[in-house]
């Protein structure tokens, strides 16, 4: 595979491209690597700057047909010649409305089938370590801003590019991507990191041992993945998924029609509960819709709030949950063990994670109060249901100087309370002597060291 680039793009006949200025081409030492700058030919500082990365599943023609389409997203204007150096697929084109951006391309992309597997062959030599985020859809926002919360607030300089970056963070690279294709990727290497639903992670790895679930309870996205009929007709009096599998109407020729989105969960979970005849067909979105137009007798869905199946004249049955989920980071251990970086990348997003959830819903509050010593007070504080703390509270003397002399008069007390308790601990506070009181959120609990972390290390066997 061979590596270069080509020189700032080549003039078009109708020589309006001006691209020679060396920033027209931007080089990345990686391999399968593309890096493009769009130059404003009548303004030579305005410039965008896409990078990304070749897939190795598609061909090179499909790649650059991509990327020309990326391209035009990039400005509506763009128009220009997208040239490969020093791939065996070298293309040169040239659009038809006049040229006012220059465009220039390196890449090693090879010319991978379109079928090639996703698999661990086809990792690219990197040195950064990736992380994949969920790029649109209910989970996207959400990550973004726990990410954020956590201060690894996510640096996208177009809404258009895939690729992203976290300043704090300078060895990881952020890429956008579909919730399932980030599992995918986890898979072939291509990612090494990632966060999306327990739900995806379960159905695309499908047990894959290389996945590891590095924080299980990132405490949104929750959702589970249920089994549902209709509530009327011949499921009327069906409330129990053993009641399902003993309905004797199901048969080799009759099969219960099941429509889901989960072709491997789905038909994995009905097995082992014990359903013989079964005929699952999958399909996209809508799927409560597939009984009452009667293509389907159930369906294995994702349920949140339930309203969906309500509003459809349809129930879920007892056992019939296949799992719960909610959003995940997750991790692939042949990343972790072996590509430099991941681990350490990987404990601090786990440790800023878990002291930002444990701070969640937390206040500090801070107090003075009278007393002969901070035992006396501690004793006091203690006293009072709400006012525990995590540990106890940190009572500390307030000195002040009085008639010359270091007297000690009030202790300042510290405690965490939860914050739907925050009123009854004033309260509390209050009748047992607690004047000055602050309230002040709190952004991180750091624990001693965490459990999540000795767990990934020894399924790591470290
Ligand atoms: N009520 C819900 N319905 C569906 N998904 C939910 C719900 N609540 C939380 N989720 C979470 O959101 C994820 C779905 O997000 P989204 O709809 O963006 O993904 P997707 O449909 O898999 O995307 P795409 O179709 O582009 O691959 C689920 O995998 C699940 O983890
Ligand atoms: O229990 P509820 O809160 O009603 O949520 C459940 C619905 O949400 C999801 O659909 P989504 O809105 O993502 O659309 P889709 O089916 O097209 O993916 C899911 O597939 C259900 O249809």
């Not at 996207?140 to 201060?151: F, R, V, Y």
């Not at 249901?385 to 007297?407: A, E, F, I, N």
Request: aromatic residues 6%; positive net charge; proline residues 4%.
């Amino acid at each position: 595979m061979g590596h270069g680039c080509c020189p700032s793009s080549s003039s078009s006949s109708n020589s309006r491209l001006d691209s020679t200025s060396s920033d027209s081409t931007l080089i990345s030492p990686q391999k399968n690597f593309f890096a493009l700058k769009l130059r404003k030919r009548s303004n030579s500082f305005e410039m965008e700057t896409m990078k990304g990365l070749f897939n190795p599943t598609l061909t090179p023609q499909q790649q650059m047909r991509r990327l020309r389409h990326e391209c035009r997203y990039a400005d509506g204007q763009i128009q220009g010649v997208i040239k490969s150096s020093t791939s065996p697929y070298v293309e040169r084109r040239q659009f038809r409305r006049p040229c006012r951006y220059a465009i220039a391309c390196c890449s090693t992309v090879t010319a991978i089938g379109r079928d090639a597997a996703p698999t661990a062959t086809a990792q690219v030599e990197r040195s950064v370590v990736r992380l994949g985020l969920p790029s649109k859809g209910r989970m996207a926002e959400e990550t973004l801003n726990l990410l954020k919360s956590c201060q690894l607030t996510v640096r996208q300089l177009n809404p258009r590019q895939y690729t992203a970056d976290i300043p704090l963070l300078p060895n990881l690279e952020v890429w956008f991507q579909r919730p399932k294709d980030i599992v995918r990727k986890l898979q072939s290497g291509d990612l090494d990191l990632g966060i999306v639903g327990y739900d995806t992670v379960s159905e695309y790895g499908q047990g894959n041992e290389d996945l590891v679930i590095v924080h299980d309870a990132l405490e949104y996205g929750a959702c589970r993945l249920a089994l549902a009929i209709p509530k009327e007709g011949i499921f009327e009096n069906i409330n129990s998924i053993d009641e399902l599998s003993r309905m004797t109407k199901w048969t080799a020729e009759r099969p219960l029609r099941v429509v889901t989105g989960f072709t491997y969960l789905g038909p994995k979970f009905l097995k082992e509960k014990g359903l013989k005849h079964v005929a699952i067909t999958t399909a996209d979105g809508a799927l409560e819709s597939y009984p009452a137009m009667g293509t389907a007798d159930a369906i294995v869905d994702l349920v949140s709030s339930g309203t969906t199946l309500r509003e459809n004249n349809l129930k879920e049955v007892e056992g019939g949950t296949v799992l719960q989920s909610q959003a995940v980071f997750v991790a692939s251990k042949r990343s972790l063990s072996s590509r430099e970086g991941v681990l350490e990348i990987t404990h601090e997003m786990l440790e800023r994670l878990e002291a930002h959830l444990s701070a969640t819903g937390e206040i500090m509050v801070t107090a003075n109060m009278r007393g002969n010593s901070a035992e006396e007070v501690a004793e006091r504080v203690l006293s009072q249901t709400s006012l525990s703390g995590l540990q106890g509270p940190t009572v500390s003397p307030v000195y002040c100087l009085r008639d010359g002399k270091v007297k000690v008069d009030y202790y300042a007390i510290n405690i965490v309370v939860p914050q739907k308790t925050l009123y009854k601990s004033i309260q509390q506070l209050r009748s047992i002597g607690g004047s000055g009181v602050l309230v002040s959120k709190l952004t991180y609990i750091f624990d001693e060291e965490t459990p999540r972390w000795r767990k990934l290390l020894s399924q790591l066997g470290m």
